[in-house]
């Protein structure tokens, strides 16, 4: 939603008009504007709506109504040409391993396992495609929804690499596998790849508090215009082995690691930078590519 919150500052009023209207044909949308509080603007209303556009590749993990299609929970691709399916909103599969790329690495020259396919990466150049050609609108929607959230996710380091080591031969999943917590945590039930995704906040959090949190985030300078998605997932890659796996305090193993206030800060700041980053890239994207 923060990245969405940057996005949509920068958006001129024809693409507006046009990502709200696409929005609107997402089955959650009565499901969101009935969320929002009332009395709002009708300008702050189509801003929230669009942050909660961002959600819905994440709301239907948990919705009943689509399913896991593949297999380790559908966070691996199925072998058969379903997972490259884009037909718009009658599909149900979750397509969980559209999340994320992961690159893998090893620090101990474990044998590397193979990019998944399909990734963040092939899917994010699908969708781009469609919102730049004359496709159904119902199809754009869904297209528009999965392109929002991919963007922000493929800007999180650890979407971006799985870390093979001799204990960890499949890979930890991008720091899903590796139990961290903060420093004299009697208990650790926290992964890296959590830590990396609540840095700005919790999951749980309304439109209308990611906002506040979003608007410090003006300060944050970055160039903008670098629109190509390979180039951001190598940045990922960078930022993930140098910053998100640096040891100390993330050792070669499972853990529980600790970390201290030094790492969070640095954490912290490199999460603001990513967001403002994908914020500012997508409104490009949407700019000049949504028809």
Known sequence: MAVGWVAYQHLNPNTKAA??????????????????????????????????ATTWPDDIKDDPSYTNDGPDKGNTPPTDSSATNNVGYP????????HFIDIPFSPDKTQLGLVPYPNAETEVAVFRQVLASNADPELKSYDLVWL????????????????????????????????????GSPTCDDSLHSFWDGLLGPNSASPQQVAVVATVLASVKVDPNDLDVHTWVDESFALARSAAYANPPVGVGKGPFQYGKGYASNAKAVAQTRVVQAGLRLANILNTEVR
């Not at 990502?19 to 801003?47: C, F, M, Q, T």
């Not at 493929?154 to 917590?181: E, M, V, Y």
């Open 148 to 183: 929002l959230h991919l963007v922000g996710d493929i800007h999180q380091p650890l979407h971006c690499t799985s870390r093979f080591t001799a204990g960890q031969t499949g890979g930890d999943s991008g720091g899903n596998g590796l139990k961290f917590c903060p420093s």
């Open 91 to 98: 599909d149900t599969a979750r397509h969980k391993y559209w």
């Open 19 to 52: 990502v709200n209207d696409l929005i609107a044909k997402n089955p959650r949308y009565e499901i969101w504007k009935h969320s929002l509080p009332s009395g709002i603007s009708n300008v702050d209303r189509d801003l929230y709506l669009f942050m909660l």
